[in-house]
């Protein structure tokens, strides 16, 4: 059974720029969500998607979006991006249910 | 404004002694509470979850208790090893919410430190 990847595992971008960042949920997961973990804090949840649609969004401003795609991968795109927009952002597939399998994150720096 | 709080950043227990890590919570509607364990440059780890329809569950070594008119909650871990030594985080959810809405509100973390 193959766990949760993202990709890439580090990335530096400056000011303004725009990131996607991918992740391969877990085989048979139809459920993916995205978290942000800046430094010394919890992840904290971006916006979930279900059967590729979105199911839910926390307190990101619409420069934050997403895509998942028919075989459940997904994508979180930032655009414009900000310096407090650096953090390890932790991607996580369940099959409609809690038990959440996290993804080894991406690093994201922004100078 | 937090609405799980784990208000140890760090904890150092013996190796074979009992870890207690605690952790608070302020929004009554929560129903569903899990503990994760994370490695540096690895994902959060499933660890153990409690429903709010029960007082403790136990795993193994691990066993969390729920007092939900205290709103708080504890993993206990014995006995300790020092591959136990990582970040624990708290999350908490409302898994009633519909669909698959299943959103997490985590805690900071607790950095726990098993000495050998």
């Known amino acids: 059974e193959t766990g949760v990847t993202q990709s890439p595992t580090h990335l530096i971008k400056t000011r303004g720029q725009q990131v996607t960042l991918r992740c391969s949920s877990q085989s048979g997961h139809n459920t993916v969500s995205w978290y942000q973990q800046a430094l010394g804090q919890g992840p904290q949840f971006i916006f979930q998607y279900y059967r590729e649609e979105e199911n839910g969004r926390g307190n990101f401003p619409p420069r934050f979006s997403g895509l998942q795609f028919p075989n459940y991968s997904s994508e979180l795109n930032v655009n414009a991006l900000e310096l407090d927009d650096s953090a390890l952002y932790l991607c996580?597939?369940?099959?409609?249910?809690?038990?959440?399998?996290f993804g080894p994150g991406t690093r994201l720096t922004v100078l | 404004d937090q609405q799980v709080k784990q208000n140890s950043p760090s904890l150092s227990v013996q190796e074979g002694r009992i870890s207690i890590l605690n952790c608070d919570y302020t929004?009554?509607?929560?129903?569903?509470f899990l503990w994760y364990k994370k490695y540096p440059a690895e994902g959060p780890t499933f660890l153990i979850s409690?429903?709010?329809?029960?007082d403790k569950n136990e795993d193994g070594r691990f066993t969390v208790f729920l007092n939900k008119s205290a709103k708080h909650l504890s993993l206990h871990i014995v006995p300790s090893q020092p591959g136990d030594s990582a970040v624990y985080f708290c999350?908490?959810?409302?898994?009633?919410?519909?669909?698959?809405?299943?959103?997490?509100?985590f805690g900071k973390g607790t950095l726990l430190t098993v000495n050998p």
């Open positions: 996580a597939s369940s099959l409609e249910w809690v038990q959440f399998h």
């Open positions: 409690i429903s709010s329809i029960k």
């Open positions: 999350a908490a959810t409302l898994s009633g919410s519909g669909g698959s809405n299943y959103k997490l509100t």
């Open positions: 929004n009554s509607m929560f129903d569903y």
